[in-house]
């Protein structure tokens, strides 16, 4: 450990300091544990939704609980888990594969986490208080609006939405400037790790995709709050508008969290097949050209609304044309790993469950895109089949994998490997016998978001051993969930490069100290731990009493100038409970928001104005006379 | 430790201690969190402006309604302040990239008065409009993107205003300066947005039959 | 026995077996690709080889499996834009049956219109159609957003608000076939269920005939029926449900004129058999909790004078 750097870069200790925290390792570790909680109530829903349909006629969960359970469910998979445990792995692991000590704007990723936890805690208290939303995640007006969900069920939806866009949009900006001006010296965007390109291409596509969800989710709320008419077709609104407003969001949303996953197995196939990915170039094409077209399928979501056919053969097209560049990521992987001296420890186990898992979703998913077939099955369980198998498969499993590739890093310890081989089975087989009956439910009519089924539908037997195999798949998933409790204390101590990986992160000490590398590196290949040691440089000449670190060029990452990165502050929880009593008075009186304004400024002005050992002082100051 | 003959295996040294400590533009990282900001609600704007497109295809519950004397008015002369801060703006960069601090913060000062000034004549406007948000669609429509804007300004202002007080009490740092431009991007966008959505809403209506 | 689901890939119309074939030559290539793939990744995942690898040979492996992806996909394009667009051959067809359609929570109005207004027929959950006709389908929503959706005659059509729209269907065998709403609609979604009961031309015009019919006159109801009849016409009942040819003209629920000639009760989701009927009248929320029908507290006695009476209404 640097003294000196560590005495510039530590957080302190106790409360406060643990509240003021800015540490991208932190951070990122609370976002990603907090989305697993998150992932365990959403699962805890779930198996009550199959508990429920286990039977015909079940009287065990009524309609209005299981349908406050599947829009719990979709809502908490959605927003609170699958995109801010991706988050949460950007937040933790760009910085360190970049090279940099922290994420270029340390406080607003503290507000981040603290924005997403007002808007989760909202979403589950209001559903202890049966104040939660019962309209589906994509709350479809009318349904969702006043008229038809009266009391403020659907508002705790709408506001909860704001908080989780609010988060993922401030980690996005923060990414990309990360990525853009914080790369090591030598580190060109061609050198660039595969996950790092990911994480890249989801920012952009947050922060040009969110925005649809936020704008309708407030239109949403205003016409439930104040009466405009947004999607009242009675004084001129409209409903497909909605439906196109959210899908234009949710359809990029469903890539923002699958392209992470392709990330991390980018990342991870290198130490197991001791080779660099093959087809780095068509990786990042394929990646930047999802990122793009993912933004021209929406309406597939809307075949069976009646739109003009000309524009659904449009959507067909694009929906299909989606697959090429997610096929050549695949290919190009194949190609990494055919016949290569592949190590089968847990990490690569997932990204092996992956390719059997994920397949199955993108090959329905190339039917879902026929207008003709989709029309028989959509909304059916034949869509709830897809959705989980490229959600689980190509998202949770890479995700898994990266829990086992990375928790070493994160904590020092390394996961049992045993307990991880067990529980990829499980899951893996779990999970496929769960969802695989689906296909055939929808194709024998059994629609979504039914809370019971008539006794002569045929719909038992399938249903019930759906409702079986989920139990193994929790069990699979549990195993990981004790594997890492009991590991994080005992686990088998790992050094800094216990998988002998290529990327910069495997440079520092598992667990990173808190200022991540004594030395900024110097990179001169993609895979910078894998050269030669007389290739390797390092930087000098920064501060160390000083949270001082060097800015880089856009593409080259040539050294540019130097920069001071903020420290803790108080002001992130600040401006995350400013939001959060704003939006959530909102809910109940438009003077939220103007209150919240009220009390913004003076947090905006704690936040920004200049305080501690300033940075050079310009020559000439206010009084003085020019020099 | 850098390399030498007698210790190749030693890592290769880049001293940066000569670089300077501040960036102007799409060099320093607080410009491009500022474009990106800019880029979030900008993709907000466009939005609104594109449901107010879809629903006026709706032709048979449009209601447009043209807007006279004295609103268009004084939603023009609203626009002529925006258009005319932009000039000062580009001054007040133009000087902090010299690290003139006086020119700079005159001419800022009188980016944020025209605009303050907008905001002003924008509270009457308020009270001039025949119809509220709950009117009907179109109303709905036209009040949201015409909050919208008004939040951008008025953040604009108040960031100008924070930023006047430290270039007029002190202590100034050289990182300031690069600061003015990236705060300039609000700025421009805040005028430039508003082109497109005062033809939609204040113009358009003008080319429906009444 | 009622069919209580549709199987998509038992056809019982044109569309439907168009549907289903487009589904079948997909599945056939995707199972094909789906199993290629499994292979390649077996067989390159299992068997460690040479260390050495030649990167542009597998560069160009990479590239023709892009070639190939985009071709198959050109094809299943191809196949998926042919099917969409044979999907309506009956349009303009000189003999089609129009129907409306109107979606509820949580329950379907049908309407035949007749020469005449008074020769509307009002039913509700039980649409039939004759054998070998297309039919028209007009699909309004008088609230929320609904979906029609018979799996063994065509792919959905949602009912939008403010949004009219109009699907055809033909049933080219008799049969009966079970109908769902595939639209989440609100708390009883999943028991909005309906028939589409298809026979031949002589038998559904006999149908719509008698459905033309008012109810029964007093003079032809059994005494127990017209006890029922007057805790119907002075009870809550009326408040909701309408009877032709009596003073009950409510439309809030289902028209009841011919309740005792339907197949099913509440949307599909009970038998219309006597037991069901009287707990549907007695207490509908243990049935449908959640629906918009209330229970009506009664008497024993009372209850089986009004189910008499709804069982005359044929």
């Not at chain 1, 001082?548 to 401006?575: F, K």
């Not at chain 3, 207004?117 to 039939?128: C, R, S, Y």
């Not at chain 3, 015009?205 to 003079?219: F, G, H, I, N, V």
Request: charged residues 15%; contains cysteine; aromatic residues 12%.
């Amino acid at each position: 450990m640097n003294d000196a750097l560590a005495a510039t870069w530590s957080p302190g200790r106790g409360l406060s300091a643990w509240l003021r925290e800015v540490r991208h390792t932190e951070i990122g570790k609370r976002f990603v544990v907090t989305a697993f909680l998150f992932f365990a109530a959403g699962g805890i829903e779930a198996a009550l939704m199959r508990l429920q349909l286990s039977r015909p006629a079940n009287a065990m969960v009524g309609p209005d609980l299981y349908n406050r359970l599947f829009t719990t469910h979709g809502s908490t998979m959605m927003f609170l888990f699958a995109v801010p445990v991706m988050q949460g792995v950007g937040t933790f692991i760009v910085p360190l594969m970049i090279g940099a000590r922290n994420l270029a704007f340390p406080r607003l990723s503290a507000y981040s986490y603290y924005v997403y936890l007002v808007g989760g805690l909202l979403l589950y208290v209001g559903f202890s208080f049966r104040a939660g939303p019962d309209a589906g995640w994509f709350a479809y007006t009318p349904l969702s609006g006043p008229a038809f969900s009266p009391g403020k069920r659907m508002d705790v939806w709408a506001q909860m939405i704001t908080f989780t866009e609010l988060s993922a949009l401030a980690t996005a900006v923060n990414l990309v400037v990360t990525i853009f001006k914080l790369r090591a010296p030598g580190m060109s965007i061609t050198r660039m790790p595969l996950l790092v390109w990911a994480f890249l291409v989801v920012a952009f596509m947050i922060i040009f995709a969110m925005p649809a969800v936020v704008v309708a989710s407030s239109c949403l709320a205003l016409d439930r709050l104040v009466g405009t008419h947004f999607f009242n077709h009675a004084e001129g609104g409209d409903h497909l508008l909605w439906q196109h407003m959210f899908w234009f969001f949710a359809h990029p949303e469903v890539y923002i969290i699958f392209l992470p996953g392709l990330g991390m197995i980018s990342a991870i196939l290198p130490a197991f097949t001791r080779r660099r990915v093959l087809g780095y170039d068509v990786v990042v094409l394929a990646t930047v050209t999802t990122g793009f077209v993912a933004f021209g399928v929406w309406v597939h979501h809307m075949f069976a609304a009646g739109l003009p056919q000309l524009g659904d053969s449009y959507f067909t097209a694009s929906s299909l044309i989606i697959t090429i560049p997610t096929g050549l990521q695949l290919f190009c992987w194949l190609a990494t790993l055919w016949r290569a001296p592949l190590r089968f420890a847990t990490p690569l186990l997932f990204v092996l469950g992956f390719f059997v898992t994920f397949v199955v979703g993108g090959l329905t998913g190339v039917m879902l895109a026929a207008v003709p077939i989709d029309l028989q099955v959509h909304d059916t369980m034949f869509v709830v089949a897809h959705l989980h198998y490229v959600l689980i498969g190509g998202a949770v499993f890479p995700l898994l994998g990266g829990v086992y590739y990375w928790f070493p890093k994160a904590t020092g310890r390394l996961l049992n490997e045993r307990a991880g081989k067990l529980s990829f089975w499980l899951t893996l087989l779990g999970f496929n016998a769960t969802f695989f009956p689906l296909h055939m439910l929808g194709l024998h009519g059994m629609p979504r978001r039914v809370y019971t089924y008539l006794p002569g539908s045929g719909w038992h037997h399938l249903n019930l051993f759906a409702t079986v195999a989920s139990g193994v798949l929790a069990l699979g998933v549990l195993i990981t969930f004790l594997n890492v409790i009991v590991s994080h204390r005992r686990g088998q101590r790992a050094e800094a490069n216990p998988w002998q990986a290529d990327s910069l992160e495997w440079a520092v000490p598992s667990p990173p100290p808190p200022y991540n590398f004594a030395d900024i590196p110097t990179v001169s290949s993609r895979a910078p731990l894998w050269e030669e040691p007389s290739a390797r440089g390092v930087v000098t000449g920064l501060a160390t009493d000083q949270r001082e670190v060097v800015v880089t060029t856009l593409l080259d990452a040539a050294p540019d100038h130097r920069t001071i990165l903020a420290g803790p502050s108080i002001w992130p929880l600040a401006a995350a409970a400013v939001t959060g009593v704003g939006f959530i008075v909102s809910m109940f009186t438009p003077w939220g928001l103007p209150v919240a304004v009220a009390l913004g400024v003076p947090v905006m002005v704690g936040w920004f104005w200049p305080k501690g050992r300033p940075t050079p002082l310009h020559a000439e100051q206010p009084g003085t006379k020019a020099a | 430790m850098s390399a030498t003959a007698n210790n190749p295996a030693a890592p290769r040294s880049l001293d940066v201690s000569g670089l300077p400590s501040h960036a102007f533009g799409h060099r320093a990282p607080l410009w491009w969190g500022v474009l990106l900001m800019v880029a979030i609600e900008a993709t907000t704007m466009a939005l609104l402006l594109v449901s107010y497109l879809y629903l006026r295809g709706n032709e048979d519950a449009w209601r447009p309604v043209r807007l006279g004397w004295p609103t268009l008015e004084v939603a023009i002369v609203q626009m002529a302040l925006l258009l005319a801060s932009v000039l000062p703006t580009m001054g007040a960069v133009r000087a902090a990239r010299d690290g003139r601090l006086k020119a700079t913060r005159a001419r800022l000062l009188l980016a944020t008065a025209l605009g303050a000034a907008m905001l002003v004549l924008r509270c009457f406007e308020i009270r001039l409009l025949p119809f509220r948000w709950d009117t009907d669609a179109r109303g709905s429509v036209f009040w949201m993107t015409f909050g919208l804007h008004t939040a951008h300004v008025l953040t604009g202002v108040l960031e100008n205003a924070m930023m006047l007080v430290l270039l007029y009490r002190g202590r100034v740092e050289e990182k300031h300066f690069g600061d003015v431009e990236a705060g300039a991007l609000l700025w421009y966008f805040s005028v430039v947005e508003w082109l497109p959505a005062m033809a939609l809403l204040y113009f358009d209506p003008l080319l429906w039959p009444t | 026995m009622m069919p209580a689901s549709g199987y998509a890939l038992a056809p019982a119309g044109p569309q439907a077996a168009r549907l289903a074939q487009v589904f079948w030559a997909f599945f056939a290539v995707c199972a094909v690709v789906y199993v290629v793939v499994v292979a390649l990744l077996l067989l390159g995942a299992l068997r460690p080889g040479a260390a050495a690898v030649d990167e542009p040979a597998r560069l160009r492996l990479v590239a023709a499996g892009g070639v190939l992806t985009a071709l198959t996909l050109v094809g299943l394009l191809v196949v998926s834009i042919h099917g969409g667009h044979q999907l309506n051959p009956m349009r303009g067809a000189k003999d089609v049956l129009t129907v409306q359609v109107i979606g509820r929570q949580w329950w379907w109005e049908l309407r035949y219109p007749g020469t005449a207004p008074d020769q509307e027929v009002v039913t509700a959950n039980e649409l039939h159609v004759p054998v070998g006709r297309p039919v028209l389908l007009r699909l309004v929503s008088r609230d929320v957003i609904h979906s029609f959706w018979v799996p063994e005659l065509h792919g959905k059509r949602d009912l939008i608000p403010g949004h009219d729209s109009t699907t055809y269907i033909q049933a080219d065998r008799a049969g009966v076939f079970r109908g769902q709403c595939a639209e989440f609609c609100g708390t009883q979604h999943a028991q909005m269920g309906f028939l589409v009961i298809a026979e031949p031309e002589e038998k559904f015009q006999a149908w719509l005939s008698a459905q033309r019919t008012p109810a029964p006159p007093q003079e032809a109801l059994s005494a127990e029926a017209r006890r029922g009849q007057d805790l119907f016409l002075h009870g809550t009942c009326v408040m909701c449900h309408r009877v032709a040819g009596t003073s009950a003209g409510a439309t809030m629920g289902p028209d009841l004129t011919h309740v005792g000639s339907r197949a099913t009760l509440a949307a599909g989701s009970l038998p219309n058999v006597h037991d069901h009927l009287r707990r549907w009248v007695a207490d509908a929320q243990s049935v449908k909790p959640g629906s918009h029908m209330p229970p009506t507290p009664l008497s024993a006695a009372d209850q089986d004078s009004l189910v008499t009476y709804l069982e005359a209404l044929r």
